[in-house]
């Protein structure tokens, strides 16, 4: 099963103020889409990085085994992004991720990320909320060029 990502870029203040802050504690900085006007967010909506993650609850549930992550509209000069995977529930929790070369696919292959990365593993008969936080990063420049944020909800077992 694919999961995609629902969240515009710049319409939920709310969401994208708590994904920066997460996303400064993570990586220094978070870096987020300005617009002016409905045609400007309209524009940017269209032509801004988005991402899929093709995680499959029998494949990577409680796995080591990073779902492959695709990337849409990458950010000119992006040369690596960076993957964390966090569980958003009463405390956050870090569950790992990666770094990877931007390649000019956008696919960041299964199994890619690899530093203590756990996949999603809630407790059993418990609900709990993932996050791929996955950011363009320049080389040199520790503010990322965009981040996206793409939520998990494995099924309750």
Known sequence: MQYRSSFPPCRHALLLLSLCVTGAT??????????????????????????????????????RVSPEI???NIPDGTDTFMVRLIEVDAQERFCGGGNWRNDGSGIIPEGALTQHYQGPCPQAGRESTYHYVVSAMKNGNPQPLMVRVFPVTPEVR
């Open 26 to 63: 993570l990586t220094g900085g978070c870096s987020l889409l300005d617009s002016g006007s409905d045609a400007a967010t309209a524009d940017n909506e269209q032509n801004s990085m988005s991402i899929e993650v093709k995680y499959s609850d029998n494949m990577h549930r409680c796995s």
């Open 70 to 72: 695709n990337v849409q």
